[in-house]
């Protein structure tokens, strides 16, 4: 009698466990292509030069800082007299460490690449003459030009600035969002410059804050800022057609219902840019002078059939 072989039947258990024990496969980054990546970098290069040049021709010479560690760096420049270009590298190391573990390698790349552009800038511009002496238009054209060039960095995924980097990590373990923690670090740095450079420099240093800080969402979200419309009506369909002819915008209709009446309601939703929205309000008002109408800002529009079409 020959001898029986092993079985090689395994139970749906052993099965599963097997399957456990298996590395699962990992998926394959495939990464930016080369036009996207050589984009990204002229993009931040330039927006960091941009920075540079008006720290260094309009903010600097008259006295005016900017938040975060780019203020930091300027006081700590004045009082010490070394170039503001190595303490704007050395005090953004271990932010750009930290960015690296807790965001991510590309984001730490393009923020390195940002402060080495930024350091070598202001180094190469130090002796170049201000554009002017007076205060005021410094703190305007300086917060202009900074807001461009930061808004231009952050818009191609970096930032010239550490303070952001711990913004965004603080702003996951506190009540507080980023923009408040990034406000909060900068009053606190500019309200140290009146004790550098006197309170005059230091409210004008506010205003150039200012300046900035609204020039940067404008470069981030564009001149043609996108907006969303919920527009609830009986007259829907007269409302979607005049939007589609006399705005050349598509709508969609959706299937809603009322929370309070619990009746059946027809929900228009479109996207227009911000200078579309007081016509858009026109049209609402004629045909339906008591619908519902609700507009928000997007930052960003991708997809769909969102080009304008020719209107008559």
Not at 276 to 290: G, M, Q, R, Y
Request: aromatic content about 10%; overall charge positive; some cysteine.
């Amino acid at each position: 009698m020959t001898r029986s072989k092993k079985s090689e039947f395994k139970s749906p258990q052993a099965q599963g466990q097997a399957a456990v024990r298996a590395p699962a496969k990992k998926a394959q980054h495939t990464g930016l292509p080369f036009l996207e990546v050589a984009k990204r970098v002229i993009a931040i290069i330039v927006g960091a030069v941009l920075v540079g040049a008006a720290l260094e021709v309009f903010l600097v010479p008259n006295s005016i800082i900017d938040g975060g560690i780019t203020g930091i760096s300027i006081m700590v420049a004045y009082l010490t007299t070394w170039p503001i270009g190595i303490f704007l590298f050395l005090f953004n190391i271990p932010f750009l460490i930290i960015g690296y573990k807790q965001i991510g390698k590309t984001f730490a790349l393009s923020t390195l690449l940002g402060v080495v552009t930024l350091a070598i800038t202001t180094q190469a511009l130090h002796h170049v003459e201000p554009f002017t002496d007076q205060t005021l238009l410094a703190a305007i054209f300086g917060g202009i030009f900074l807001g461009v060039g930061v808004g231009i960095v952050i818009r191609f995924g970096g930032t010239t600035d550490g303070t952001e980097i711990v913004a965004i990590l603080f702003s996951k373990r506190s009540p507080f969002s980023v923009g408040q923690m990034v406000m909060f670090i900068n009053v606190f740095i500019l309200g140290s410059a009146g004790l550098v450079f006197g309170w005059d420099n230091a409210m004008f240093s506010l205003i150039a804050y200012y300046i900035a800080f609204k020039v940067i969402d404008l470069t981030i979200e564009g001149f043609d800022e996108s907006k969303s419309v919920w527009i609830i009506s009986e007259n829907y369909r007269d409302i979607g057609d005049a939007i589609v002819s006399r705005l050349g915008r598509g709508v969609t209709y959706l299937n809603g219902e009322g929370g309070y009446s619990g009746n059946a309601k027809q929900v228009i939703f479109c996207v227009i840019t911000r200078l579309e929205e007081a016509k858009l309000k026109l049209i609402v008002n004629e045909l339906d002078p008591v619908a519902f109408l609700a507009v928000g800002n997007i930052h960003d529009v991708k997809g769909g059939r969102f080009r304008k079409k020719d209107i008559h």
